[in-house]
């Protein structure tokens, strides 16, 4: 019986010791996102992103982190041709499920830097382009609701691919971080090419 106690009160320590290293943050900020394989004249849709995880340490300056994010993505494209003009933004916004592994750098007492890269799958839940062109005098403005469905869709809802990330966690839980997310996957139907998203992040956060 003392034996059974003591095993279950090392176990109960070493769950203890687990839990309370197990760290949670958020971060949100600024995306600059474009498309792959597109003509000239493709330039940066800005929106944003947050995003929650859990940091679960393996080893020593060496964590998992799983997470969940509310990402805003797209692209821009503008036109000239003497009097004429055009605009396209497309605005896509997915819910993307990242597991990244992190290394920690310490400095000191400052804090730390970090490194980290993981896969991430995403799911697209809606998207709008908005147009505007002009030719001489005449204005034309459209906003349409992208398809995610049927065979006429215009967008794939699945978007898969890695995130690279680096940054700064001081000593009191603040970050200072930015990041890559690199699109593997097809998100444009009927493509004949493989069309990917390509999205610079910066931002900030706090890990508790």
Do not use: C, H
Not at 61 to 70: A, H, R, V, Y
Not at 74 to 89: L, M, R
Not at 140 to 145: A, C, E, T
């Amino acid at each position: 019986m003392k034996k059974v106690l003591l095993s279950l009160g090392v176990a109960m320590a070493i769950a203890t010791g687990v839990q309370a290293q197990t760290g949670y943050g958020i971060k949100a900020g600024v995306n600059l996102g474009e498309y792959s394989n597109m003509p000239s004249g493709q330039s940066v849709n800005t929106s944003f992103y947050v995003t929650g995880y859990a940091d679960l340490p393996v080893a020593s300056n060496f964590s998992i982190q799983p997470g969940i994010s509310l990402q805003g993505k797209g692209t821009k494209y503008d036109f000239k041709d003497g009097s004429s003009s055009a605009e396209i933004t497309r605005n896509v916004m997915s819910i993307e499920i990242p597991v990244n592994a992190v290394y920690y750098i310490p400095t000191g007492e400052s804090g730390k830097f970090f490194v980290g890269a993981g896969p991430y799958i995403g799911f697209n839940v809606s998207g709008r382009d908005k147009a505007k062109a002009v030719t001489g005098s005449l204005n034309i403005s459209d906003d349409y609701k992208l398809k995610l469905s049927g065979s006429n869709k215009d967008l794939n809802v699945i978007d898969a691919g890695a995130n690279f990330m680096l940054g700064y966690k001081f000593s009191n839980g603040f970050l200072l971080n930015a990041g890559y997310n690199l699109g593997l996957t097809n998100i444009v139907a009927g493509s004949d090419k493989i069309v990917s998203n390509r999205v610079w992040q910066f931002g900030v956060g706090f890990q508790f």
